[in-house]
């Protein structure tokens, strides 16, 4: 009883002790990682060190057990179930310092502006988890009495009948590290694979999660993933335009072309767009229209702005049509009441194509360069009045 009585008070000693013990050490590692990182999470680095205090519980209740002596009739269970703990707190303590320097690892590659190798510390992570619950479970069943060497010649055996079982498995392993390595996408790159198109939300050990648009998660075993032909639409560095503008057959000559100068005016006076390939062609006479091709490059690749920018543009087009004159085509455009054209405008806007052809100011077929610089970002965007607008109002 009093044999009892001792090693109740030794446990409660050797909790109290490993507790400043432990505070003690996370005092000192806290300043050595918080100089160098000052946003690291502190709860992170006292979760790590949770492990510690146990194996100090450990050590000190066995060291003080020594000391008041232990019969012999509990020798043959001490010593394994010991053995099994530290083993149990050994794993634990791995599994602890691998996800304190993956974090560790991963704030200082985030501050070092390095974000494409970040993706492959959670693969890491998880192999060394793996290969300590593998070493866990030997230690453990050796402390059983299971000859764990006979064990292994006995899966050495069966090893390739394991294998082919886990063939697709090893693949999907080794396709996430081929993900890793070549980098093809880096979670939270937006791509399309196949005929889906989403946000990769992780790269894992066997599959890949991309969420889609409808909100859901897809699973992609990473061997079937990394033979996929992935385009990464978040590498790109701007968003092409490419629209028809298919005007009535009776618009006349002279309007197309001041369209074609005032659509191109547009281009390269807008600050969101690139105006180096920026191109306004009339490209056919169609059946039912007479079709104004245009084409360029939205200075973003988020879609949001994309959307935004080309709704601008749009606007603008219309504005400038019914400026020139004339209408989009309708498939039967003589029975639409009130869309005939008014002559007076049409003729109007051909005396003004008149005027820059006789003083050779028409931009046809080319703007020159000094038009284009004189041009450059003169469009307001945010359009004028919009609450985005930085320009004041008068």
Known sequence: MILAGLLLLVAVISFFLSYYVTKLNVKFVSRLILSRLPSFDKKILRAAFTPVRAGYVLGL???????????ENWEPWVKPSATVL????????????????????????????????VGIIPLVRRTLKSTVVI???????QNLGIHVTA??????????????AAQKT????IGGVMLILDRPIHVGDECKFGSQQGIVEEIGVRTTKIRTSERTIIAVPNADFSQMQLENLSKRDRIRINCI??????????????????LRKILYAHPKIDSVPARVRLVALGASSLDIEVRAY?????????????????????????????HLALPVQESVPGMMLDQEHVKSIEQRVNTWRTKKELS???????????????????????VLSTESEV
């Open 245 to 262: 503008l298919g005007l009535r057959r009776d618009t006349s000559p002279d309007q197309i072309r001041y369209l074609l100068v005032e």
């Open 298 to 326: 939205v200075l973003t690749n988020t879609d949001n702005e994309y959307l935004a920018v080309r709704e601008d543009l749009y606007l603008r087009f219309l504005e400038k049509i019914r400026e020139a004159g004339t």
């Open 135 to 141: 070493l866990a479970a030997l230690t453990f069943l």
């Open 151 to 164: 064990l292994l010649a006995g899966l050495g055996v069966g090893g390739i009948a394991v294998a082919l």
């Open 86 to 117: 530290a083993a149990f707190i050994l794993s634990w303590l791995v599994f602890s310092v691998v996800d304190l320097l993956g974090e560790w690892w991963a704030e200082y590659l985030r501050q070092a502006h390095q974000y494409s190798i």
């Open 364 to 386: 046809l077929p080319e703007f020159s360069p000094e038009q284009r610089e004189a041009l450059d970002d003169m469009l307001d965007y945010p359009p004028k009045g919009s």
């Open 61 to 71: 209740f066995l060291f003080g057990a020594r000391i008041v002596g232990i019969p």
């Open 170 to 173: 090893i693949g999907d392993w």
